[in-house]
């Protein structure tokens, strides 16, 4: 909670804009560190850089992130379309319900070597085309790989698409 009320032991060291004093009856307790003028490099801004005093860093800035009030947000809403059976798994990922945890989630692909890699390697080599491992291609066409979902909650293996 932020202190609201000022009194005037705060408001020492305080000058309106012609540099008077607003509150001129009160004497401060301790003057101000002294800025010495240093041989260092200027900072970003291109002042010269100033000595902090030893309790300096203690001290929050008054206008720091910390004071700030924290505003209340809600968590994000995520909508996911109906999940599909598992039978009707195809190529891209899809929301599913696992079986396993029983969790509604979309499902993470990986693609192995399957029965389309192979027939293609085997035609290739009937064809006459092996120049230079060029038959081996096949095996390196994503589009040709079998695909395999997992759940994208427990990472167990809810369904394969086979091309052929």
């Keep these: 909670m932020v202190n609201t009320q000022n009194t005037p032991s705060e408001h020492a060291h305080v000058t309106d804009l012609q540099g ?14 002294a800025y010495i003028a240093s041989t260092s490099p200027m900072n970003q801004a291109g002042s010269e850089a100033v000595p902090l005093t030893s309790g300096d860093h ?24 109906p999940a599909i059976p598992i039978e009707e798994l195809r190529t891209e990922p899809a929301v599913i319900l696992c079986p396993h945890c029983n969790t509604l989630s979309l499902t993470r692909i990986r693609h192995k070597n399957g029965a ?7 035609g290739m080599l009937l064809l006459g085309i092996t120049a230079l491992g060029v038959c081996l291609v096949p095996f390196c066409i994503t589009s040709l790989k079998d695909v395999i979902h997992e759940c994208g909650h427990c990472h167990q293996v809810v369904g ?5």
């Design 20 to 33: 008077g004093n607003l509150y001129p009856d009160i004497v401060p307790e301790q003057e101000p560190p």
């Design 58 to 81: 203690k001290k929050p800035l008054p206008d720091s992130p910390t004071h700030a009030p924290t505003p209340l947000m809600s968590p994000p809403v995520v909508y996911l379309p």
């Design 116 to 122: 389309a890699n192979w027939l293609s390697c085997i």
């Design 160 to 164: 394969k698409y086979k091309r052929i």
